[in-house]
């Protein structure tokens, strides 16, 4: 049976997370800049497409981590 109740990320997981969040920021930071270096319309049109696919994979790790939130406060 399915628990549809969240549990706790381990820290091993929020570590895992959080590199993913940077790694995902890195890699749109590149297609940015090399969007801006670029004069062919199409492959700057393909980076800027890329980019945003970063930016949203991003947010999607951040609301995952947030949604966590209440989790891994300690209860008194």
């Given at each position: 049976m399915?628990?549809?109740?969240?549990?706790?990320?381990?820290?091993?997981?929020?570590?895992?997370?959080?590199?993913?969040?940077?790694?995902?920021?890195?890699?749109a930071?590149?297609?940015?800049?090399?969007?801006?270096?670029?004069s062919?319309?199409?492959?700057?049109?393909?980076?800027?497409?890329?980019?945003?696919?970063?930016?949203?994979?991003?947010?999607?790790?951040?609301?995952?981590?947030?949604?966590?939130?209440?989790?891994?406060?300690?209860?008194?």
């Amino acid at each position: 049976m399915y628990n549809s109740q969240m549990q706790p990320l381990t820290s091993k997981e929020l570590d895992y997370i959080v590199d993913c969040i940077s790694n995902e920021s890195s890699l749109a930071k590149h297609c940015a800049a090399t969007a801006a270096s670029v004069s062919n319309p199409a492959v700057q049109q393909a980076l800027i497409g890329f980019m945003h696919k970063h930016e949203h994979h991003m947010d999607t790790l951040v609301q995952s981590l947030q949604s966590h939130q209440n989790l891994a406060q300690p209860s008194h």
